[in-house]
Each structure stands twice: as C-alpha cells, then as structure tokens.
C-alpha cells in the first residue's frame, strides 16, 4: 500500500471513542512502566542461564551456590516480569492500537501459543528449582532447566515479532492476502529484526552482571554467605557484565545499519546518547573488573538508566517508523473523563507506591537478616499505609459505581 492509503487504514483502525486523557501521559506511563518489565526480563534469562551452567560444575561448592540462588532468581523473576508486563501492555494497545491489535492477528496462533509456552516453560523451571538442592542434585533436571529457558527465549521471540510487525502497516495487507489469497491461520511469523531482539538479549548479560555484582554487596552483611562466594559472584558478575555491553555495542550498530533510511534514525540526538552511554557503562564495569566490592548498588543504577534510555529510545523508533503515514499520537481523539481518570492516577501513584514501596522494602531488608525478620517502624507504616489506601480505593471505586448508578436509575 501507499503512504496515503496506509495513513487512511490507520485512522480508521483507531478507536472511534478516543482515549479519556491526553495520549502524552500514556506514552509516558508506557515507557517508564516497561522499564521494571524488562529489568525483569534481562535478570530472569541471565540467572536461568547462569544458573544451568552453574549446575554443570556443582561439584564446586561456590558453582552449587550460585546454581540454586539464581535458579530461586529466576522462578521469582518470571513471575514479576509477567504482573510488571501488562501496565505498558495496556498503555500499548491504548495508543498504538492499530498497530498491536493487527500484528496480533495476523500472528495469532503465535499470540495463542505464547500462554502455553510460557505455562510449561515455567513449570519445567519449578520442577527445576524443586529439584536443584546439593551436588547430589539428579542430572536429569539439567535438560527441564534447558526445556525452561529455551522456553522464555521464544516467548522473547514472540513478543519482539509482534511489536516489530506493527512498525510495518504498508505490509499489513500483503502478509494478510499473500498472492491474492486471504491467510486467517495466524501461523505466519512475517517479520523479525535479528539486531534488535539481539540486542535485548546482550542486555540481559548486561543487567543481570550488575545484578550479580550488588549480588555480592546486597548479602555481605549476612553471616551465612562466605566472604569467598561473595567474591566469587562479584568476579563472575563483572565478566558477565562486560560481555553484555560489549555485544550491545555491536549489536546496537547493526540494529542502526537495519533500520530503513526513511526512519532516520541516525540523525536523533536518542541514538547517539544511548551509544555514548553504552560506552560509559562498559568503561564502569572495565573499570571495576578487579576490585568491585562495595560497587554493586552504583553499577546496577547504572544498568537501570541504561534500560531507561533504551526505553526511551523503543518509542523514539516507533514513532519514526509510523512517521510516514502521519501516525501521531498527539492526535488521538480524546474524551476526557476525569473522574476515571483521577481514579486511575490514585490507583497508580497512591496504591502503588505505597504498596510497592511496602514490598520492595520489606523484601530488601527483609533478605539481609539471616533467620526470622522483625519489620521496623518504616516497613510498618508502609505496611499499614498500603492497608489504608487500598480500603479509601475501595470504597471510592464501590461509591462511585453506586452514585453513577442512582444518578442514571433515580
């Protein structure tokens, strides 16, 4: 299709009964939820392939170690890279619907098959966790473990095909009627850039190093984990690290050279900060190769902010790719809705900064005491403060719908 006609399907695909705020504080709330979503995701396919190599040298007490720790990681961590998935899911689909929802359908088996996947993937990894306790551990498990992971990497796959197969409306029709024929199997996989979830994939290596690192500092207060394992962990983490940027460094510039020339992607100021920032970041684990005790905190803050400027950078592409079919989010038609609104800003700032100021809190302190944790005065009042704002947001959410109720039937 041409550029005109591919704008028209566009706007037509667009819900008709618009969006009830400004489509800027979506966007913003998409890219700033999806960074916890990834930190997820890098940290659960870095510790579920450390911890099946690890597996392999368990007769090495440190090895053993690290094998059930970051096998525990990586159950825990699939689970919270699914619950954090779906905020920037929904901002998604919210203002960039006809993108989402076409490539969801034109792949549908795929969208289909991922909850499967991820289903047994998952259980062939708590059967490894289940199973991965002491040197004896059955050697049988190793290949559940593998099962698992290879798993997660192709529900990876599955995602990044969907997202890249919505940055190319011009070919929706075709990959929908190949040779004139109308495909409604949804078995089709249409698209896919090798540089980019590459990319994502070196950024795990990247993450999850700075993870291992303030690994190490996070559990020097606890008197159950050797000085001598905790160095270990530092050591491997940096080695880790380094590879994962390095390769992002590489794979960035592939990435680039792949995207179209009508995307100019080269001359955005976003590009070059990211890549500048890749270098610093792997100067900072170059740096503390050696001696990265008491490093761990300020190196994963800076892996963080690493995921922040690709964040950033993910949306900056994506406009550029609908650029040319005046695909423009500010112009979403907008019927606004403030009590809704006001609910959701409550619901997302209040409840869940409370609550999850509350968890993270208790999980952090929580972790560095060996044996039963008593909570402190600050986790208590999170904990009660969590308590009170979601009871004020029930009874809101319950009187509004009453209120609206009576006004409509009174």
């Known amino acids: 299709m041409d550029a005109a006609t591919t704008a028209n399907m566009l706007q037509t695909m667009q819900d008709q009964a618009g969006i009830p705020s400004h489509p800027l504080i979506f966007q913003i709330l998409m890219v700033f939820t999806w960074i916890p979503h990834i930190l997820f995701v890098n940290i659960s396919l870095g510790a579920a392939l450390v911890g099946l190599y690890a597996f392999t040298k368990r007769q090495d007490p440190n090895w053993q170690l690290l094998s059930e720790a970051m096998t525990k990681v990586a159950k825990v961590g699939v689970s919270l890279l699914v619950v954090l998935g779906v905020a920037p899911l929904l901002f998604t689909q919210t203002i960039y619907d006809p993108s989402w929802y076409a490539s969801n359908v034109l792949s549908a088996a795929w969208v289909i098959g991922f909850i499967f996947t991820l289903t047994i993937g998952y259980l062939a990894w708590f059967t490894f966790y289940l199973k991965n306790h002491g040197a004896q551990a059955p050697g049988w498990i190793f290949w559940l473990g593998v099962?698992?992971?290879?798993?997660?990497?192709?529900?990876?796959?599955?995602?990044?095909?969907?997202?890249?197969?919505?940055?190319?409306?011009?070919?929706?029709?075709?990959?929908?009627?190949?040779?004139?024929?109308?495909?409604?199997?949804?078995?089709?996989?249409?698209?896919?850039?090798?540089?980019?979830?590459?990319?994502?994939?070196?950024?795990?290596?990247?993450?999850?190093?700075?993870?291992?690192?303030?690994?190490?500092?996070?559990?020097?207060?606890?008197?159950?984990?050797?000085?001598?394992?905790?160095?270990?962990?530092?050591?491997?983490?940096?080695?880790?690290?380094?590879?994962?940027?390095?390769?992002?460094?590489?794979?960035?510039?592939?990435?680039?050279?792949?995207?179209?020339?009508?995307?100019?992607?080269?001359?955005?100021?976003?590009?070059?900060?990211?890549?500048?920032?890749?270098?610093?970041?792997?100067?900072?684990?170059?740096?503390?190769?050696?001696?990265?005790?008491?490093?761990?905190?300020?190196?994963?803050?800076?892996?963080?902010?690493?995921?922040?400027?690709?964040?950033?950078?993910?949306?900056?592409?994506?406009?550029?790719?609908?650029?040319?079919?005046?695909?423009?989010?500010?112009?979403?038609?907008?019927?606004?809705?403030?009590?809704?609104?006001?609910?959701?800003?409550?619901?997302i700032v209040v409840v869940g900064g409370l609550m999850g100021g509350f968890i993270i809190t208790l999980v952090y302190k929580a972790g560095r005491v060996q044996g039963p944790y008593e909570a402190d005065a600050t986790v208590t009042k999170l904990g009660n403060g969590s308590l009170a704002s979601t009871a004020i947001w029930v009874v809101v959410f319950i009187g509004t719908g009453i209120w609206i109720w009576l006004r409509n039937n009174g």
Do not use: C
């Not at 380094?242 to 990435?255: F, H, K």
């Not at 680039?256 to 610093?280: C, E, G, N, R, S």
């Open 147 to 347: 099962f698992g992971l290879a798993m997660f990497l192709l529900d990876g796959f599955i995602m990044h095909v969907l997202a890249y197969q919505g940055l190319h409306p011009e070919k929706w029709l075709s990959w929908y009627t190949p040779g004139g024929h109308v495909d409604m199997s949804g078995t089709a996989i249409h698209a896919f850039e090798l540089p980019r979830w590459g990319f994502f994939m070196a950024m795990s290596l990247t993450i999850f190093g700075a993870f291992l690192i303030a690994y190490g500092d996070y559990f020097k207060v606890r008197a159950d984990r050797a000085p001598a394992y905790l160095d270990f962990a530092r050591a491997l983490g940096a080695k880790i690290a380094i590879t994962g940027a390095l390769l992002q460094v590489v794979l960035l510039l592939w990435w680039l050279i792949d995207v179209p020339a009508q995307v100019h992607v080269w001359t955005h100021p976003m590009t070059w900060l990211l890549a500048a920032y890749l270098f610093v970041l792997l100067a900072a684990f170059w740096l503390a190769r050696s001696n990265n005790a008491g490093q761990g905190y300020r190196l994963l803050a800076m892996s963080i902010g690493m995921a922040a400027l690709v964040s950033i950078f993910r949306e900056v592409l994506r406009m550029a790719y609908l650029h040319p079919f005046n695909y423009d989010i500010l112009n979403y038609k907008v019927l606004w809705d403030i009590p809704s609104f006001a609910l959701f800003l409550f619901t």
